[in-house]
């Protein structure tokens, strides 16, 4: 149900459409493709055109059965274009598995329907009449094998899989619903077919109660079923479960119990375009402090960043003049070439509007292609000379820097410029191919003579180098990109609604003597990207400016909280904010919208006896925003803030006949909400940080009632204040269930380096979180000492280091660390990466204590953390 992590073009539509379409359910042979592709398809129905996709294997034949999969997208990719149910779930998956993927996969698409949101793809509605006449019609152009059909679908397509798999449960050789939930009461027609179901246990849109009862109702029945809750998973678990080559293997053999999934994914690969339209720009919407103690340990990773040809290009030609015995000789260095190689970045601010920036190279090769000496009686030529220059150590090329904001891209202003080569770590190789013109003109005279030349040119050779920085800055510009936010976006987002798409952009930059203040905007993605386009909207009253960041040494990241409501309007403005009230995981809403609640608060209803049909639809009317509440429920002296939801909208809709096809609004409640919150950073592991939301016994609800326009009552009481008060329970309930919630915050990945937070302050107007670098940890839980050596990517090997049981290790360092030990069995060697977690214990078979990946209850038990391999 998310509108994220979408980018590359959709492949090959065109070529597979006519490849594979036919009309005719004739059968013919037909030669692999090299890769699998598209290809786009419809059927009618009635006057109506419906489209659907189907992703063609590779090995495809046409006279071999080829196990098919039908997926069910989520319902943020509803709509008529036919391409954003290959956005998310299992297409990307797919994609990237593209050579090798053994099925058919067919991709219908639900279009933006007026019924609940979880019931879209059942059985007895249009959506799920729609997929199953796109799979009987791709049945009749691909050679499917019938014996083999998987159904699987994500959020909403899991509550599809669920209910169309019990609707027909004949045509499935197994389910897979991931993060949706079933009817208990109806779920024993599935008791045999196959079912692996996942939910993340961190799910706060539908709560994996939903799937873990529906399961156990199915085992209860007698059913086939595996049910696999992810203890960090949240409502996205397409990574953890189709990018895992465990449940492919499971979908071609489902008769036997699924093994569990492994700890490799495969990295996805986007099967569609979907055009990113900017709706909404907001202006200085996140700060971020870089202190020259994260920068120095960031510097670590840079080298490993920026491009390879960095340190690779060519020089303008050299001239020169020299006597000799009298005579006048000018001299031509030419075809010049140089390479070398990027060891080390430093980078510091160190002023206002000054960055240092120092390149630690070495294995520098300047080569001089050809050399012409012209006198005149005499001349030589020479070929090719190397000047070799950090062959020892690293040579430091420091450059000073303004930073600025162009076209919403980083630049840098070159303020100048140092190269000195020391006199111990340079060296001249003698010229090549000397040839020699003129009376008493000789080899020696010209390789002497060329090589002291150039070694007492040695500041003109500094200079050449110094010439190529405006280059080298060019290259860092291209470097400094803001990485793409959707995923943190989407796991982060606070909620039970689709996120939006958000691209940020550099706004305001400046330095000091401690590190470098950034200030990022922000351009939101239209959520209709294939719809008509609204004029781009712009907002700026977030304001976060550099003045406002902190001027230590260390990392923050400052958040506006407000950001929040124009997010939120854009999805009102939109419709987006749009629920049917038994969509939400509740049952106090359930009953709520039942007719037994709806026939005593509208009393009017009554008049239509059995054939009365009730639905209530809740919508936002205005955005979310976030306040510091006139009075805290928090006892414990912590800060909460206040969600205000105004305008908050139930239309109470009705059908009283079973001919009637259009619902009839009767009555509208106007509901104002508010909810104040608490947050607080936990660190329940050394690798681990968690967000806890804790929701105050302070939620409000007050609101109004009316009958509906163009409702014609007989009866025009309406008890409003009693559906107030009873919605007000409904979210108060609603709410308390989501205490328990929590948000893994990943660490920043960047190169080598690991940055991890450490604090975060909830402060209105802002947020401020503290990141430092994340420290390697290796703790000794056996019940003898551990002698082992460490070295860096570039150091030799240190001294041996004894960690005591029950002792702990930590290195604050920003690359990874070689880890070595003795064992009888031979050395023990481990790469252990920044912000690793380990820890020795004594193998369940015996024997000397091993290193292994830290425990972290609940997860499942640690491995090994590698191939133990020796220099």
């Known amino acids: 149900m998310k509108l994220n992590r979408i980018g590359t073009r959709f492949v090959h539509s065109v070529v597979a459409f006519a490849v594979v379409f036919s009309a005719s359910t004739e059968l013919r042979a037909q030669a692999p493709q090299p890769w699998g592709h598209y290809a786009e398809h419809s059927f009618k129905e009635g006057d109506h055109e419906h489209k659907y996709m189907v992703f063609v294997p590779a090995a495809y034949r046409s006279d071999k059965p080829t196990p098919t999969i039908m997926f069910l997208h989520g319902a943020g990719e509803r709509g008529n274009e036919n391409r954003m149910q290959l956005a ?51 049945q009749k152009r691909y050679n499917v094998d019938t014996k083999r059909v998987v159904l699987t679908g994500w959020s909403m397509g899991g509550y599809g899989v669920w209910n169309l798999g019990m609707a027909e449960p004949q045509r499935w050789s197994a389910l897979i619903p991931i993060s949706g939930g079933g009817d208990p009461g109806k779920v ?57 080559d465990a449940l492919v293997r499971w979908m071609l053999d489902p008769k036997n119990a699924p093994t569990v999934l492994g700890t490799s994914k495969i990295t996805p690969l986007n099967a569609v375009n979907v055009p990113f339209v900017p709706a909404l720009e907001i202006s200085h919407a996140v700060g971020l402090r870089l202190g020259n103690e994260v920068l120095d340990a960031l510097s670590y990773s840079i080298p490993h960043t920026i491009s390879p040809d960095l340190l690779t290009g060519r020089l303008d030609d050299m001239f020169d003049s020299t006597v000799a015995s009298g005579r006048q000789f000018s001299i031509r260095f030419g075809g010049i070439s140089y390479t070398g190689q990027l060891e080390r970045v430093a980078t510091r601010g160190y002023g206002k509007d000054r960055l240092l920036v120092q390149l630690g190279v070495r294995n520098i090769t300047v080569t001089i292609g ?61 010229p090549a191919g000397v040839s020699v013109h003129g009376f008493g003109m000789t080899q020696e005279a010209v390789v002497s003579g060329l090589t002291n030349g150039l070694y007492g040119a040695k500041g003109r050779i500094e200079n050449a180098v110094v010439s190529i920085a405006p280059r080298i800055v060019q290259e ?37 003597e401690h590190g470098i203040s950034l200030v990022i905007g922000a351009t939101v993605g239209s959520l209709e990207p294939y719809g008509p386009h609204k004029p781009l909207k712009q907002v700026s009253e977030t304001a976060i400016s550099t003045a406002q960041l902190p001027t230590d040494k260390l990392m923050h990241v400052v958040i506006a909280p407000n950001v929040l409501e124009p997010l939120t309007q854009l999805l009102v403005d939109s419709n987006q904010v749009k629920l049917d009230l038994l969509d939400i995981p509740e049952p106090a809403f359930a009953k709520l919208a039942g007719r037994d609640t709806l026939l005593d608060i509208i009393p009017d209803l009554k008049q239509y006896g059995d054939a009365l049909q009730v639905r209530s639809t809740m919508r936002f009317l205005k955005p979310i925003s976030i306040t510091n509440p006139k009075q805290a429920a928090a006892t414990d002296g912590s800060k909460p803030v206040e969600f205000q939801m105004p305008e908050v909208q139930v239309t109470v809709s009705i059908k009283t006949s079973s001919d009637q096809t259009k619902w009839q609004p009767c009555a509208v409640f106007n509901l104002n909400l508010s909810e104040q919150v608490t947050a607080k950073l936990e660190k329940p592991a050394h690798d681990l940080r968690v967000i806890n939301l804790d929701l105050l016994p302070a939620s409000k609800v007050t609101g109004s009632g009316q009958l509906a326009d163009g409702y014609d009552a007989k009866n025009k009481d309406l008890l409003s204040d009693k559906y107030v008060e009873q919605f007000g329970a409904a979210w108060s309930t609603y709410s308390s269930k989501l205490n328990d919630a929590s948000t893994e915050i990943p660490d920043l990945t960047i190169g080598l380096s690991k940055l991890r937070m450490s604090d975060m302050k909830w402060d209105l107007p802002t947020i401020d979180a503290t990141y430092h670098l994340a420290r390697i940890k290796l703790t000794n839980l056996s019940k003898e000492p551990v002698i082992y050596q460490t070295k860096s990517p570039t150091s030799p090997w240190g001294p041996e280091i004894t960690l005591k049981p029950e002792g702990t290790h930590e290195f604050e360092i920003p690359y990874p660390l070689t880890y070595r030990r003795v064992l009888p069995t031979g050395p023990e060697i481990y790469t252990l990466n920044v912000g690793s977690n380990s820890e020795f214990r004594t193998p369940v078979t015996g024997g000397v204590p091993r290193l292994f990946t830290a425990r972290r209850p609940p997860r499942e038990a640690a491995k090994p953390i590698g191939t133990t391999s020796s220099n």
């Open 476 to 512: 860092i510009e291209k470097s400094l990109t803001l990485p793409d936010t959707s995923a943190s976006v989407a796991k982060l987002w606070p909620l039970p609604v689709y996120p939006p798409r958000i691209v940020g952009w550099p706004q305001q930059i400046t330095t000091d």
């Open 370 to 430: 050809g050399t012409s000496v012209t006198g005149a009686r005499h001349s030589a030529q020479a070929g090719p000379i190397a000047i070799r220059i950090g062959q020892q150590y690293p040579v430091w090329f420091n450059l000073e820097l303004t930073p600025y904001i162009a076209d919403k891209r980083i630049r840098m202003r070159l303020i100048g410029a140092s190269f000195q080569i020391p006199n111990d770590n340079w060296s001249v190789s003698q």
């Open 188 to 244: 024993a027609a599935l008791k045999d077919v196959p079912v692996w179901a996942f939910h993340g246990a961190n799910d706060s849109l539908i709560k994996a109660d939903s799937g873990r009862a529906t399961a156990d109702a199915l085992k209860d029945a007698g059913g086939k079923v595996t049910y696999t809750e992810l203890t960090d998973g949240s409502h996205d678990v397409s990574a953890e479960t189709y990018g895992d």
């Open 88 to 138: 998310n779930g299992l297409a990307p998956f797919v994609q990237a598995r593209s050579k090798t993927f053994p099925f058919l996969v067919v991709y219908p698409q639900a279009d933006f329907g007026e019924g609940r949101i979880l019931d879209t793809w059942n059985g007895d509605q249009p959506g799920g009449r729609q997929a199953l006449a796109a799979l009987e019609d791709a």
